[in-house]
């Protein structure tokens, strides 16, 4: 049952209330949108608000703030989640930097920001290599990888699948500093990374892998 309500409306057109309801043990404060005979909002006697159909919009910049929980033993800089986003992106390939006859059947990529974090999906495979040369690099991430020791010389690309290699290849790489861009390497080497150079690729290559990156 309401115990008191106040008249929001502007207009009869767009009625809106709020009421406190329930009993005194366990009230709560609605946001009633009146000419939806909908509740759209509650906060509970515990400090929880509920938004019944729709979503929390926060102004740019601004985002859930966790400073009222424990920090590290590190030095902390800030504990404001300000951002999430996902999507869609067209990766390609480079050999030497170019991409001279390159064509493709599949480029595919996924991505989700948390934060300033970053993790992509990668899904490419060839029709034809094309006739540029050099070391091969994944093109098109959707955001650039930070300029900052320490936080960007570990994202690394792991591919999970590939197929059409020359023999002894293994592709991986690593998203490299202030750039959209993956640095393939050939990780099968017993004793040391080398490079991914277009010689062992083929018209027919394919692979798919994932790497995580910090954008500031």
């Not at 926060?58 to 703030?65: C, E, H, M, T």
């Not at 599949?106 to 899904?123: A, C, D, L, P, R």
Request: aromatic share 12%.
């Amino acid at each position: 049952s309401d115990v008191c309500s106040s008249d929001l409306s502007t207009d009869n057109a767009t009625a809106w209330y709020l009421d406190v309801y329930g009993n005194t043990s366990t009230p709560s404060l609605r946001v009633v949108d009146v000419s939806n005979a909908a509740v759209r909002a509650t906060f509970d006697n515990s400090g929880n608000l509920s938004i019944a159909n729709g979503n929390l919009v926060v102004a740019s910049g601004k985002g859930i703030d966790f400073s009222a929980t424990a920090n590290s033993s590190g030095t902390m800089t800030s504990e404001l989640l300000a951002d999430y986003e996902e999507g869609t992106f067209t990766p390609g390939i480079s050999f030497g930097g170019g991409t001279t006859g390159i064509t493709y059947t599949t480029q595919s990529g996924f991505y989700t920001k948390i934060g300033n974090q970053v993790t992509v999906w990668v899904y490419i495979l060839l029709s034809n290599k094309g006739s540029s040369t050099g070391d091969a690099r994944i093109t098109g991430l959707p955001y650039t990888n930070a300029n900052a020791v320490g936080r960007s010389e570990g994202a690394t690309f792991v591919a999970n699948y590939w197929n059409n290699f020359a023999s002894a290849t293994i592709p991986n790489g690593y998203v490299q500093n202030n750039l959209t861009t993956i640095y393939m390497t050939n990780t099968a080497a017993a004793t040391a990374t080398s490079t991914l150079p277009n010689t062992v690729w083929n018209n027919n290559s394919a692979f798919y892998g994932c790497a995580t990156y910090s954008v500031v």
